[in-house]
């Protein structure tokens, strides 16, 4: 990819910040050839790649070397775009909102800097992935569990940082963060929460400090570039008890989540359990065309042989209870009973107990096999969500549910939707797949995209995250009084980072230089 | 004393162009033995960076294993039993992106690295001859 400038920067300019780049991290780790570009481009596109198009990208290695980035980025007013591995899949990947943004690869940082396991906690730098974390644990028989996203080949800090979720007790990972260190727009260094004590004994045990607590404002944000996190980990149950059930009915949903939601918000259910179509199951084991070659969204009955086949219901449904054999025992037996108001299908169970095998265990272990979702198209296959959050009741699951594929087969993509629970309300995961080479098949999802945003909006769901190319329509639906939390988060934006060199356009969030920029 | 530095003469001249011989031959061979231990170790580091940084897909079980056989057959679902590649396809691959496999850029994989792992990948036979003797308790 040819270069193209960030927007108030000449070629000149440009050149003289990336000189000054390699003078700080050396020339290697400045990357600005054609070939670099494209690989920091979103490779997934649905059509929509050369929107979110990269100048450069800066890998430093050290927090003082990230200082230095960011205040050279402010003297020649380059925006940077901070990724901790650059894998957020499905939401642009290594891409900035803004075509031109240099990306400021944190990578290299990737040491696991502190473990421990009385406490139950990490230290990390952002470039540690899922799998570095994982070995780390394993190889010093360390007895704490992470949550690990369907996939696991990006950053544990990132995913947290973006809101990203695993399965296990501990499933919401930003929920999990205490303490950051966090470069500032201009080249400041602080510590969040207690780190703001230069001795601090707690730093990854109390998350809320003294005074305002500003983890989560570093979080989906634009205020700070985050060179290490606190995340608290999950200590190695005792025991784990797993129950699958396949639903045979689309409309089966409405009732499994009026029975799980208050079990969940109980505690009976400590994790979020995925209430998925099984097209899911489907689609990473075989290609469309070996069901179906018809234009239009895969019809019903099409799908109902499929899954007769794979002795698959229309939902599955696998919940996990971790802690004590007994609990989970009388747990299980509440689960049980629940379901049996609706259906006499017995509800399959593993048990895993500690010092099994750690694979049947329900622990966090990455994986990529998720990815196998994008070969279901054919061709150079990509895959988008659409994420709306809703109260966790049948009534507002059903009518979403059928909504939205109903907006699926208007438009002519196969539904494809999960629902999470967490302890009050459902995250509603819809996916689109496609084979990115065909022009008329991503347009009609970027079609389908907006669409489902501005129906949610509509029922009063927001996303819980998105794609680089939806992140002003989903900032847009948020329009209490008038859009006041966006003037809010400008008007920090504006403080904090005046140049507006950082993630210009994240969540929405641009500086005062760059507004005439938003979508 | 001439006499017997002429006595002894030739045999300096045969011990000299004896530990010429030998020096020459032993360097080269010593250069060659390294050469091949430099390969070795460079095969052996290359496996080690695949392992670490393609295995997780690219192992038996990962999604990329999985993705290949179901494209191209199980016999070629493993790179590292693949003989067909060539040092420059891995290369562009990792570079470029393949199907549903990104980019790799150079911050996460530096050209160094991806040397070391298209040596292992594109190996001689011998190489991959000792590993399965290695791997099976073989023959030495």
């Given at each position: 990819m040819r270069l193209l400038l960030p927007p108030r920067v000449t070629e000149k300019s440009f050149h003289k910040a990336l000189d000054a780049f390699a003078s700080v991290v050396g020339k290697q780790w400045v990357l600005a050839t054609d070939e670099d570009?494209?690989?920091?481009?979103?490779?997934?596109?649905?059509?929509?790649?050369?929107?979110?198009?990269?100048?450069?990208?800066?890998?430093p290695q050290s927090v003082e070397e990230v200082r230095a980035i960011v205040r050279i980025a402010n003297e020649y007013k380059v925006p940077l775009w901070p990724v901790s591995r650059g894998k957020n899949l499905g939401y642009g990947a290594a891409a900035p909102c803004l075509t031109g943004t240099?990306?400021?690869?944190?990578?290299?940082?990737?040491?696991?800097?502190?473990?421990?396991?009385?406490?139950?906690?990490?230290?990390?730098?952002?470039?540690?992935?899922?799998?570095?974390?994982?070995?780390?644990?394993?190889?010093?028989?360390?007895?704490?569990?992470?949550?690990?996203?369907?996939?696991?080949?990006?950053?544990?800090?990132?995913?947290?940082?973006?809101r990203g979720y695993g399965y296990t007790p501990y499933g919401e990972n930003t929920r999990n963060i205490c303490g950051l260190e966090v470069v500032l727009p201009n080249g400041d260094l602080i510590r969040t929460g207690t780190?703001?004590?230069?001795?601090?004994?707690?730093?990854?045990?109390?998350?809320?400090?003294?005074?305002?607590?500003?983890?989560?404002?570093?979080?989906?944000?634009?205020?700070?570039v985050v060179t290490k996190m606190g995340l608290w980990l999950m200590p190695e149950p005792e025991?784990?008890?797993?129950?699958?059930?396949?639903?045979?009915?689309?409309?089966?949903?409405?009732?499994?989540?009026?029975?799980?939601?208050?079990?969940?918000?109980?505690?009976?259910?400590?994790?979020?359990?995925?209430?998925?179509?099984?097209l899911r199951f489907v689609a990473t084991r075989s290609q469309r065309s070996e069901w179906y070659t018809g234009d239009g969204a895969l019809p019903d009955d099409v799908l109902m042989e499929i899954l007769k086949k794979n002795n698959l219901g229309w939902w599955t449904i696998n919940l996990r209870l971790y802690g004590y054999d007994e609990v989970n025992q009388v747990h299980a037996?509440?689960?049980?009973?629940?379901?049996?108001?609706?259906?006499?299908?017995?509800?399959?169970?593993?048990?895993?107990?500690?010092?099994?095998?750690?694979?049947?265990?329900?622990?966090?272990?990455p994986s990529t096999q998720v990815l196998q979702i994008i070969n279901w198209r054919g061709g150079r296959g990509g895959h988008i969500g659409f994420s709306p959050v809703l109260p966790a009741t049948s009534e507002h699951v059903l009518k979403q549910f059928r909504s939205t594929k109903k907006r699926y087969e208007e438009i002519g993509v196969d539904y494809y939707g999960s629902f999470t629970l967490f302890e009050r309300y459902t995250t509603n995961v819809n996916m689109m797949v496609y084979d990115r080479d065909d022009k008329?098949?991503?347009?009609?999802?970027?079609?389908?995209?907006?669409?489902?945003?501005?129906?949610?909006?509509?029922?009063?769901?927001?996303?819980?995250?998105?794609?680089?190319?939806?992140?002003?329509?989903?900032?847009?639906?948020?329009?209490?009084?008038?859009?006041?939390?966006?003037?809010?988060?400008?008007?920090?934006?504006?403080?904090?980072?005046?140049?507006?060199?950082?993630?210009?356009?994240?969540?929405?969030?641009?500086p005062r230089a760059l507004r005439t920029e938003r979508a | 004393m001439s006499s017997e530095a002429e006595f002894?003469?030739?045999?300096?001249?045969?011990?000299?162009?004896?530990?010429?011989?030998?020096?020459?031959?032993?360097?080269?061979?010593?250069?060659?033995?390294?050469?091949?231990?430099?390969?070795?170790?460079?095969?052996?580091?290359g496996?080690?960076?695949?392992?670490?940084?393609?295995?997780?897909?690219?192992?038996?079980?990962?999604?990329?294993?999985?993705?290949?056989?179901?494209?191209?057959?199980?016999?070629?679902?493993?790179?590292?039993?693949?003989?067909?590649?060539?040092?420059?396809?891995?290369?562009?691959?990792?570079?470029?992106?393949?199907?549903?496999?990104?980019?790799?850029?150079?911050?996460?994989?530096?050209?160094?690295?991806?040397?070391?792992?298209?040596?292992?990948?594109?190996?001689?036979?011998?190489?991959?001859?000792?590993e399965k003797a290695g791997s099976t308790g073989g023959a030495p």
């Amino acid at each position: 990819m040819r270069l193209l400038l960030p927007p108030r920067v000449t070629e000149k300019s440009f050149h003289k910040a990336l000189d000054a780049f390699a003078s700080v991290v050396g020339k290697q780790w400045v990357l600005a050839t054609d070939e670099d570009r494209e690989t920091f481009m979103d490779f997934y596109a649905a059509g929509d790649a050369d929107q979110h198009v990269p100048s450069a990208a800066v890998g430093p290695q050290s927090v003082e070397e990230v200082r230095a980035i960011v205040r050279i980025a402010n003297e020649y007013k380059v925006p940077l775009w901070p990724v901790s591995r650059g894998k957020n899949l499905g939401y642009g990947a290594a891409a900035p909102c803004l075509t031109g943004t240099v990306v400021l690869d944190l990578g290299r940082m990737n040491k696991i800097l502190d473990v421990n396991e009385r406490f139950g906690y990490c230290l990390i730098e952002p470039g540690v992935g899922f799998f570095d974390l994982f070995d780390y644990l394993q190889a010093n028989k360390i007895r704490l569990w992470m949550s690990v996203p369907a996939n696991a080949w990006g950053s544990v800090a990132g995913n947290a940082l973006e809101r990203g979720y695993g399965y296990t007790p501990y499933g919401e990972n930003t929920r999990n963060i205490c303490g950051l260190e966090v470069v500032l727009p201009n080249g400041d260094l602080i510590r969040t929460g207690t780190g703001a004590m230069a001795n601090s004994a707690s730093w990854q045990l109390f998350k809320y400090g003294y005074g305002p607590s500003w983890d989560q404002l570093f979080v989906q944000s634009n205020f700070g570039v985050v060179t290490k996190m606190g995340l608290w980990l999950m200590p190695e149950p005792e025991a784990t008890l797993g129950l699958n059930i396949q639903l045979p009915d689309p409309d089966d949903v409405g009732w499994a989540i009026d029975e799980l939601a208050p079990l969940r918000m109980r505690g009976v259910i400590e994790q979020s359990p995925s209430i998925g179509n099984s097209l899911r199951f489907v689609a990473t084991r075989s290609q469309r065309s070996e069901w179906y070659t018809g234009d239009g969204a895969l019809p019903d009955d099409v799908l109902m042989e499929i899954l007769k086949k794979n002795n698959l219901g229309w939902w599955t449904i696998n919940l996990r209870l971790y802690g004590y054999d007994e609990v989970n025992q009388v747990h299980a037996r509440i689960i049980k009973e629940a379901f049996a108001r609706h259906t006499k299908q017995e509800m399959e169970v593993v048990k895993w107990h500690r010092g099994d095998p750690i694979e049947n265990s329900g622990a966090g272990i990455p994986s990529t096999q998720v990815l196998q979702i994008i070969n279901w198209r054919g061709g150079r296959g990509g895959h988008i969500g659409f994420s709306p959050v809703l109260p966790a009741t049948s009534e507002h699951v059903l009518k979403q549910f059928r909504s939205t594929k109903k907006r699926y087969e208007e438009i002519g993509v196969d539904y494809y939707g999960s629902f999470t629970l967490f302890e009050r309300y459902t995250t509603n995961v819809n996916m689109m797949v496609y084979d990115r080479d065909d022009k008329a098949m991503t347009s009609q999802v970027r079609a389908l995209f907006k669409v489902l945003i501005a129906d949610a909006a509509k029922q009063g769901y927001s996303e819980y995250r998105t794609h680089l190319s939806y992140m002003d329509d989903v900032a847009l639906t948020f329009d209490f009084n008038n859009h006041a939390l966006l003037r809010l988060n400008e008007t920090l934006k504006d403080t904090l980072d005046p140049n507006g060199i950082l993630a210009p356009g994240k969540q929405g969030i641009w500086p005062r230089a760059l507004r005439t920029e938003r979508a | 004393m001439s006499s017997e530095a002429e006595f002894h003469r030739p045999g300096r001249v045969r011990r000299l162009a004896l530990l010429v011989v030998a020096v020459t031959y032993f360097g080269i061979s010593g250069a060659l033995v390294r050469a091949a231990e430099n390969a070795a170790e460079r095969i052996l580091e290359g496996k080690k960076l695949f392992e670490g940084r393609c295995g997780f897909c690219h192992l038996p079980g990962g999604t990329g294993t999985i993705m290949l056989a179901g494209r191209l057959g199980k016999n070629r679902s493993l790179l590292a039993e693949r003989t067909d590649l060539t040092a420059a396809y891995i290369r562009k691959v990792t570079r470029v992106g393949i199907n549903g496999m990104p980019p790799h850029n150079r911050i996460e994989l530096p050209d160094s690295e991806l040397d070391l792992i298209v040596s292992y990948l594109t190996r001689p036979t011998s190489a991959r001859t000792a590993e399965k003797a290695g791997s099976t308790g073989g023959a030495p």
